[in-house]
């Protein structure tokens, strides 16, 4: 089974920065696919960025300039640098992960369980 821990999440006054990491773990050969997804009150879930394994990005155009996102394949772990964070970045930010291939099983995705950013005006 795969899982998938993040930390770094909190509270943060407006124009501030916050790391987010988020590592997975589970006899993992490989994952295609990390990134954070984003879930404010009354809102749908959305893609804040994502990195492929060879290094390619994707970013909301929301966060562009501003988030970073990177990861270490041999540490299976995948990061967010935030900066300039407004209000409106206040979420839940959640990771995921696709393609995952183990030892024991392949899977089409999985998720972390959410860490809580708030930035306050």
């Known amino acids: 089974q795969v899982q998938l821990v993040e930390s770094g999440g909190g509270l943060v006054q407006a124009g501030g920065s916050l790391r987010l990491s988020c590592a997975a773990s589970g006899r993992i050969r490989s994952i295609n696919a990390m990134g954070w997804y984003r879930q404010a009150p009354g809102k749908q879930r959305e893609l804040v960025a994502s990195i492929t394994s060879g290094g390619n990005t994707n970013y909301a155009d929301s966060v562009k300039g501003r988030f970073t996102i990177s990861r270490d394949n041999a540490k299976n772990t995948v990061y967010l640098q935030m900066n300039s964070l407004k209000p409106e970045d206040t979420a839940v930010y959640y990771c995921?992960?696709?393609?995952?291939?183990?030892?024991?099983?392949?899977?089409?995705?999985?998720w972390g369980q959410g860490t809580l950013v708030t930035v306050s005006s």
């Open positions: 995921h992960c696709a393609g995952v291939r183990t030892f024991i099983f392949d899977y089409l995705d999985a």
